[in-house]
């Protein structure tokens, strides 16, 4: 009898801890759910207003991006205006940086060799395929933490799942941030906007 009794609370308890689980695993399941929608639609387009820290500069950069789901693709700078045009060819992931005229002089993020044009990619490649370390739910949406390696990349949604805010930490140093505006996706209709301006 006493046996049975015990049963009954432990019970309980398994069930109260089951409830408070699903609950807790909304914000992963944007996360997922972002990461289905990008690999199906195969990439999308942003624009990025970032900072990237060199070690000995930090810049501040406008770049327009369209990039594939695995980080694949065209960066263009917008701003500062004295490189504005200049566009870059993302490869291997973000690994690795094609020029198709003139390159772009502005270092590589510390303990890598990532120029602060290959962040895009490697932010597009987290979400596609980097191991969701962490999610939690923010005021307005989702935060998703992705672990790649050495690097961690911090990523807000908004409550349509859409990124807004983007960060790239390398040895837990924070090395690139973003804001992330006019973001659409890639396949089907390139030029529907999903959300204008997320800034």
Known sequence: MRRRLLAVPMMLCLCLLCACADGGNEPLQAALDYRTELLGQGGCAFELEA??????MV????????LD???NGTVTV????SIAGISAVCEDGGASLRYEDLALGLGTLPDT????AQAPGRLVRAWAEAWINSAGAEQDGTLACYE???LTVLTWFNGEGIPT???LAVNGQLRF???IRNFSWKAGNEHETVEENLG
């Open 78 to 81: 917008l701003a500062p205006e």
């Open 59 to 66: 810049w501040a950069l406008t770049l327009s991006c369209a």
């Open 51 to 56: 900072q990237a820290d060199t070690g000995e």
């Open 148 to 150: 790649d390696g050495d």
């Open 165 to 167: 805010r983007a960060e």
């Open 69 to 71: 789901a695995a980080g």
């Open 177 to 179: 941030s973003a804001q």
């Open 113 to 116: 060799e990532l120029s602060p």
